[in-house]
């Protein structure tokens, strides 16, 4: 569930033991399809604007370069764009002092932006802050809530991003499923 508490600013995550509940659901290639099909047509829709700005940076295009060598297919662009500004407008509420007021600004913004999207009167979030490494962290904390949704029960302590990573890509082909699409960079 968005947000995770820890995941704003520019703040890694230790590495600890790392504890969950399972089991894990098991993989359905065709529910997994209909999920991806979904993101494409949500997240665009609920950031729209950002999604804009970031088409016509070339510094972006060099960054989506790059994920793409790495194996991204675009609904992971695209998770982690949601969730960097989800990050960036929470960081800007000023919420982030409170974990409890995080959560609650987070859960109310998601409702938001999934069912009405940005606004034009939203403020810009300047593209420069969708650096590489930070596309890359917003796609962990992204694989948090899809090991969620899978039954996955986190304890409260760091995470270990290797491992769940493995997780996701072996036992649900997290970076090889994909679904046709419009180009969307």
């Known amino acids: 569930m968005w947000p995770h508490p820890?995941?704003?600013g520019k703040r890694r995550l230790p590495r600890q033991s790392w504890g969950w509940t399972m089991p894990l659901d098991a993989y359905d290639e065709k529910r997994e399809r209909e999920a991806i099909a979904g993101r494409y047509k949500n997240i665009a829709k609920a950031v729209p604007y950002t999604?804009?700005?970031?088409?016509?940076?070339?510094?972006?295009l060099s960054v989506v370069e790059q994920l793409r060598k790495e194996g991204w297919k675009d609904w992971h662009i695209l998770l982690a764009v949601f969730n960097g500004v989800m990050n960036w407008r929470l960081e800007h509420a000023d919420a982030s002092r409170n974990v409890h007021r995080v959560q609650d600004n987070g859960r109310a913004l998601f409702?938001?932006?999934?069912q009405e999207g940005e606004s034009p009167l939203d403020p810009p979030i300047p593209v420069a802050y969708f650096t590489l490494e930070e596309m890359q962290m917003w796609l962990e904390f992204g694989m948090i809530s899809f090991l969620k949704q899978k039954g996955a029960v986190f304890r409260q302590r760091g995470y270990d991003f290797e491992?769940?990573?493995?997780?996701?890509?072996?036992?649900?082909?997290?970076?090889?499923?994909?679904v046709a699409h419009a180009p969307i960079f």
């Open 163 to 178: 491992k769940m990573r493995r997780i996701v890509e072996k036992r649900y082909h997290y970076f090889d499923v994909d």
């Open 111 to 114: 409702r938001k932006l999934s």
């Open 51 to 60: 999604l804009e700005r970031l088409r016509q940076s070339s510094t972006f």
């Open 6 to 8: 820890l995941a704003f």
